[in-house]
């Protein structure tokens, strides 16, 4: 089915807050200590939303930040979406992550990033980050009788430390391992110089994946296809995401690597703009933006500089 046939998302990707209490290098969102997004949802306007959602009938919810155990209501919010049959996705660094938060909820997993198996590694990329208490953080979930996964982010500070990373999320219980080529968003984009792998470091990591991959097949997955952000948006352009992505402000994102907006959820319903969503995939000036970013990727470090789509798309969604 095309996304044209859906009267709900598949998925909801909601970024609670832009706020961490981590400083990471490589992050795709911008996020940092005190760097809450301006106009962040208010406990009133997040709960109003999550109903929506529920009674749109989505059946699945990523909850991501920044980290979005930061936020006073990120329980209720969690709360909200599993009583009304949500299942949920938790994706946190794992440094202050309290998982009693989430126990008694509709879990399909909780992802913790892992970018380094010492801690000299990881705390050069993830400044402020204690490997240790992201470790003990995969214990508690395990512990907790909830699925775990492990998500790695490669730059030329870590991907050496790769397959001792696999190694790890194994021996911690994940039953998946999550990774990919290092987006060009965010503050990876400031920082890409310093950041981007080079084509033998690459290389040499997909050789380990694929070795892995045979390795632990039966006992953990390794995702990491597509692995580019330019093969994932070769297949968008082709068939549009199912996935609402929601801002921390309430506005509803096109596709995280353009940089175009295209529903806010302070003045429109959550159907109204899901159906504001589908009608920005049909528009000339996304398919030209994901030709343009094709052709130069390099387009996708301004893809946070949100704009909103020129064309009148509730005029496109009535006809």
Known sequence: MKIEQFAAPTMVTWQLTRDCDLACLHCCTDSAPGK?????????QALK???EI???GVPYAMIV??????????????????????????????????????????????????????????GRQRINGDLDRAITACRGVVAAGLPLEI???????????AEAVIDLALSLGAFRFNTGELMRL???????????PSKADYA????VLERKERELAGRMELCYKPFSLREEMAHRALQPSGTLLILPDGKVKVAAPLPFTCADLKTQDFLAAWESYKAAWATAQVREALALLAADPKRSARANEW????????AMVSR
Request: with cysteine.
């Open 36 to 44: 809450a997004l301006a106009g962040e949802l208010t406990r009133e």
């Open 204 to 207: 040499a990591f997909l050789r």
């Open 151 to 161: 998500t790695f982010a490669p730059t030329r500070l870590n991907i050496f430390e």
């Open 307 to 314: 704009t909103e789509l020129e064309q009148d798309l509730p």
């Open 65 to 122: 930040g920044g980290e979005p155990t930061l936020v006073p209501h990120f329980a209720e919010v969690c709360r909200t979406l599993s009583d009304g049959g949500v299942l949920l996705k938790v994706e946190t660094n794992g440094n202050n992550f309290d998982v009693d938060s989430v126990k008694g909820l509709g879990i399909r997993s909780v992802q913790i990033s892992l970018d380094g198996a010492s801690q000299a590694v990881y």
């Open 186 to 196: 965010g503050t990876a984009a400031k920082l890409w110089d310093r950041l981007e």
């Open 54 to 56: 529920v009674a749109a």
């Open 49 to 51: 939303l999550s109903r």
